[in-house]
């Protein structure tokens, strides 16, 4: 995931927090706020472990959106991670994702299947 489309400020993630709407997943928790640049955030509390099994936590949901970036709506993302997200298998973390993404109306149709559904 590019620099740019991170979330780093404290001030942004209480916003977020503050003002999102949620949906979860067994493995996480998605939160949202509409905006005008796609900015996405992670976090994972220290009941997950020890730091270096919190920053595995944060590459492994960092690597899971990055094929998702193209697709997604702008606005500013929080992905909250649960105990299970720890152990949970990669292809898990993916499908998970795009089901809370779906489940708030925030992908963005891919550009080769509207095409396709435009052609008669």
Do not use: W
């Amino acid at each position: 995931m590019q620099r740019t489309y991170s979330l780093k400020k404290n001030a942004q993630f209480r916003y977020v927090h503050r003002r999102g709407t949620s949906s979860g997943s067994h493995e996480m928790v998605l939160l949202y706020v509409r905006s005008g640049t796609l900015k996405v955030g992670f976090t994972v509390g220290k009941k997950l472990g020890c730091a270096v099994e919190r920053n595995r936590i944060k590459r492994r949901l960092r690597e899971a959106v990055t094929p998702l970036l193209p697709r997604m709506k702008p606005g500013l993302y929080v992905f909250i991670a649960r105990q299970p997200a720890a152990q949970a298998e990669f292809s898990k973390l993916c499908r998970s994702m795009q089901y809370l993404l779906r489940k708030q109306n925030l992908l963005a149709e891919p550009q080769a299947a509207q095409k396709a559904g435009d052609a008669p």
